[in-house]
Antibody, heavy 120, light 108 residues
Framework: QEKLLQSGGGVVQPGRSLRLSCAAS????????VHWLRQAPGKGLEWVAV????????NLADSVKGRFTVSRDNAKNNLYLEMNSLRPEDTAVYYC?????????????WGQGTLVLVSS | EIVMTQSPATLSVSPGERATLSCRAS??????LAWYQQKPGQAPRLLIF???TRATDIPARFSGSGSGTEFTLTISSLQSEDFAVYYC??????????FGHGTRLDIK
C-alpha cells in the first residue's frame, strides 16, 4: 500500500529555517517524480517544488526560489524540503505528493500534511 | 503561467440532485486536467485525471468532461459524503502547476 508519511514542521520565527521530511513506502520511490505543495489557512492549493525520480532535475515556485531547496535520498526513500529565511506568508500546511508514473503532473498519493507556522 | 478559474465559488445542492462544477483555463491545456476533492482537515483526493478518467476507487457518479479551455465535473446524485471543496488543476504546461481557487459544495 502506497504511503507518504510526513514529519517536521511546527512554529518558527521569521527569518529562521525548518526542514520537512516525507518518507515513502509501499512503492518504488526511486521511479517517481515527487512534489511539494502547500495550502495557506483557508486558502487554495499552491505548487511549491518538484524533483525528478533521480534528483537531477528540480524546480521551485518563484515565491520560494532562492529560499527553499528540494532534495531526495532514494536509498532511504525520503523526500526533503529545506526552508530558509522563512516569512509569515510561508505559513501553510505543506503536502508531499507523488506524481504519476509518467511524471505527468497530477497526484494520486498525498502525505497527511504538516503545518508550518511562521510567527514571532 | 496558466491561470485556472473555477465557478461558482460556492454551490448549494440538495442530496440526490446533480451538481455541475466548471473550470476554465487561460489557454488551451488539451485534456491535461485533474479534479480533486478536499474535506476539512484532510489532504486532497484525486478524482479525475486526463479530464475524464476516474482515479482508482472513485465512484461512477463522478464524471469529468471537456478539453482545451473549458472543463466540467459532474456529480450525478449527491451523497452526504460529497459535500466538500473541489479543485481543478492543470498539468499541461509546468512548472508551475496551477490550481483553481476551488468550488465549495454545500448542502442545500
Amino acid at each position: 500500500q502506497e504511503k507518504l508519511l510526513q514529519s517536521g514542521g511546527g512554529v518558527v520565527q521569521p527569518g529562521r529555517s525548518l526542514r520537512l521530511s516525507c518518507a515513502a513506502s509501499g512503492f518504488h520511490f526511486s521511479s517517481y517524480t515527487v512534489h511539494w505543495l502547500r495550502q495557506a489557512p483557508g486558502k487554495g492549493l499552491e505548487w511549491v517544488a518538484v524533483i525528478s525520480y533521480d534528483g537531477d532535475k528540480k524546480n521551485l515556485a518563484d515565491s520560494v526560489k532562492g529560499r527553499f531547496t528540494v532534495s531526495r535520498d532514494n536509498a532511504k526513500n525520503n523526500l526533503y524540503l529545506e526552508m530558509n529565511s522563512l516569512r509569515p506568508e510561508d505559513t501553510a500546511v505543506y503536502y508531499c505528493t507523488r506524481d504519476s508514473i509518467t511524471s505527468s503532473g497530477y497526484y494520486e498519493y498525498w502525505g497527511q500534511g504538516t503545518l508550518v507556522l511562521v510567527s514571532s | 503561467e496558466i491561470v485556472m478559474t473555477q465557478s461558482p465559488a460556492t454551490l448549494s445542492v440538495s442530496p440526490g440532485e446533480r451538481a455541475t462544477l466548471s473550470c476554465r483555463a487561460s489557454q488551451s491545456i488539451s485534456s491535461n486536467l485533474a479534479w480533486y476533492q478536499q474535506k476539512p482537515g484532510q489532504a486532497p483526493r484525486l478524482l479525475i485525471f486526463g479530464a475524464s478518467t476516474r482515479a482508482t476507487d472513485i465512484p461512477a457518479r463522478f464524471s469529468g468532461s471537456g478539453s482545451g479551455t473549458e472543463f466540467t465535473l459532474t456529480i450525478s446524485s449527491l451523497q452526504s459524503e460529497d459535500f466538500a471543496v473541489y479543485y481543478c488543476q492543470q498539468y499541461s504546461d509546468w512548472p508551475p502547476i496551477t490550481f483553481g481557487h476551488g468550488t465549495r459544495l454545500d448542502i442545500k
